[in-house]
Every structure is written in structure tokens, then in C-alpha cells.
């Protein structure tokens, strides 16, 4: 782990901060953008916009809107490129989030998913909640 605050952010995470803007969510959301850098991968940004389009999302929030803010969340991360793999979680869909923290050289990775927490420290990785992350860098 360096020392920089670079960052993964769980599509789940990402979504709320979507939907509810003065959410706990979105206020980490907010603190990593202002504070470090956030890190993605292409499958991490796919799975972010094929569950940000689902129809159930369009009560909510228009799709027009929902496509804009994914494209401007996706301009304001940096790339990782997998080269590690990791086959460690009970969803396998969860591993994903693990290579970009151990590709992406992560301080941390911000997750309501019980099975990710339960994992905390991953190689060096903090897992943590949108709230306990709040905890420690806001102010």
C-alpha cells in the first residue's frame, strides 16, 4: 500500500451516490474525488452502466441524466489494468473490485458488501464502510 489515497469504490456505492445525492455514499464519494484518486477498470465501469440503465432505476432518475453522470464519474477516475488476477470471494463478481485494489495499489476500498468487510485488511487494502470511511478523512 503506498501512501497516496488512491481508492475503489463499490459499483453498489456508486450507484447510491447516483440515486441520493446527500447520501453517505455520496459524501465518500465526494471526499475521494476532492482528496485522492478514484480507481476503475473497464468491467468495473461495464457493471456500472449496465446496473445504472436497468429499467427499475427509471422512476428515479431520467436515463439521459443516469447515462451523464456515469460518463463524468468515468472521466474523473484513473484506469487500472488488470494484470493480477483474484479468485478469493464467495460472488465472483466481488473479485473484480480486489484487482483493481491490488493492481491499482489501493488504500482503500469502500463497500456496504458484508462478504468485501469481512475481508478488511486485504494485502494491505482497507475495507471499509461509506461511513467509516467518512469517519477517517472527513473534517
Partial sequence: MTTEFRVVIDTNVLISQLLRPQSKPSEAVRVVLRLGVLLTSEEHLKELFDVVMRRKFDAYISRDVRLEQVRRLAELTEPVRIVRRVRLCRDPSDDKLLEIAVNG????????????????????????????????YQG
Fill in 105 to 136: 495499489r489501493a488504500s482503500h476500498l469502500v463497500t456496504g458488501d458484508s462478504d468485501l468487510l469481512q475481508l478488511d485488511p486485504f494485502e494491505g487494502v482497507r475495507i471499509v464502510t461509506p461511513a467509516a470511511f467518512l469517519l477517517l
